[in-house]
C-alpha cells in the first residue's frame, strides 16, 4: 500500500525567507507525486505535478519541487515566500496505474508580515 | 463557470438524520471521488467513480453510500448520522486512466457538515 509522510506539521516563517517542505513516499515502482496547497477556507488547489522526465518540476506562485527517487522524497521549495502564501500544503502520491491518490496529513505554513 | 460543484456548502443538522450531499463537475472527466478531510485537515479517499462504476471503495461505514447517476454527478447519501461523522467533504474528479496525462484532480469547494 501507497504512503505519504509529511514530517514538518508546522512551520512558521518571516516573509522572504525560504522555505523547504518535506514529502516521503513509500512505494517502490511507478509513481505520480503531487502538491496542492488549500487556502484558510477554501478547497485545494494543484500546484505542481511530476509524472515523469525532468525530476525538478515548478507550479504555480513560484513553488518548485525535486522528485529524487533514491530517497522516495518529493520536497517543495520556494525561495522567498509571502505572507499570502500562508496556507496548509498537502503532498499527495499515486502509485502505477492504480487511481487512488493518497495523501499526506498536510502541512499548516504560517508567513509572519 | 464551477468546475466541480458541490452542494449544499454548509449543512448542519442532528444525529440519527439522513442527508445527501450533491456533486456535479462540467469537466468531461471520467473519474470523481469524495475525500472526509477531518478537525485535523487529514483528507482520507472514500470513494470513487469511474463511468458510473465504483472502483474505489475504503473502509467505510455502509451508512455511506455513493450515487453515480452519470459520469458527471456523483452524490453522498448518508443515513443515520453521527457525531463523529463532522467534517469537510470534498468532492474531486480527474481525467484518469487510458492515454490521459492530467493526474490530478480538480476539487470542488467542499460540504462542510456539522452533526449536533
Known amino acids: 500500500a501507497q504512503s505519504v509522510s509529511q514530517h514538518n506539521h508546522h512551520v512558521i516563517l518571516s516573509e522572504a525567507a525560504s522555505l523547504e517542505l518535506g514529502c516521503n513516499y513509500s512505494?517502490?515502482?511507478?509513481?505520480?507525486l503531487f502538491w496542492y496547497v488549500q487556502y484558510p477556507g477554501q478547497h485545494l488547489q494543484l500546484l505542481l505535478k511530476?509524472?515523469?522526465?525532468?525530476?525538478l518540476v515548478k507550479g504555480i506562485k513560484g513553488f518548485e519541487a525535486e522528485f529524487i527517487k533514491s530517497k522516495f522524497s518529493f520536497n517543495l521549495r520556494k525561495p522567498s515566500v509571502q505572507w499570502s502564501d500562508t496556507a496548509e500544503y498537502f503532498c499527495a502520491v499515486r502509485s502505477g496505474g492504480y487511481q487512488k491518490v493518497t495523501f499526506g496529513t498536510g502541512t499548516k505554513l504560517q508567513v509572519i508580515p | 463557470d464551477t468546475a466541480v460543484s458541490q452542494t449544499p456548502k454548509y449543512l448542519v443538522t442532528q444525529m440519527g438524520n439522513d442527508k445527501s450531499i450533491k456533486c456535479e463537475q462540467n469537466?468531461?472527466?471520467?473519474?470523481m471521488y469524495w475525500y472526509k478531510q477531518d478537525s485535523k485537515k487529514f483528507l482520507k479517499i472514500m470513494f470513487s467513480?469511474?463511468?458510473?462504476?465504483?472502483?474505489i471503495n475504503e473502509t467505510v461505514p455502509n451508512r455511506f453510500s455513493p450515487k453515480s447517476p452519470d459520469k458527471a454527478h456523483l452524490n453522498l447519501h448518508i443515513n443515520s448520522l453521527e457525531l463523529g461523522d463532522s467534517a469537510v467533504y470534498f468532492c474531486?474528479?480527474?481525467?484518469?486512466?487510458?492515454?490521459?496525462?492530467?493526474?490530478?484532480?480538480?476539487f470542488g469547494s467542499g460540504t462542510r457538515l456539522t452533526v449536533v
Open positions: 474531486a474528479s480527474s481525467q484518469g486512466g487510458g492515454r490521459a496525462r492530467d493526474y490530478g484532480y480538480t
Open positions: 467513480y469511474n463511468n458510473k462504476e465504483l472502483i
Open positions: 512505494y517502490g515502482g511507478t509513481v505520480n
Open positions: 511530476y509524472f515523469s522526465g525532468d525530476p
Open positions: 469537466l468531461g472527466h471520467d473519474t
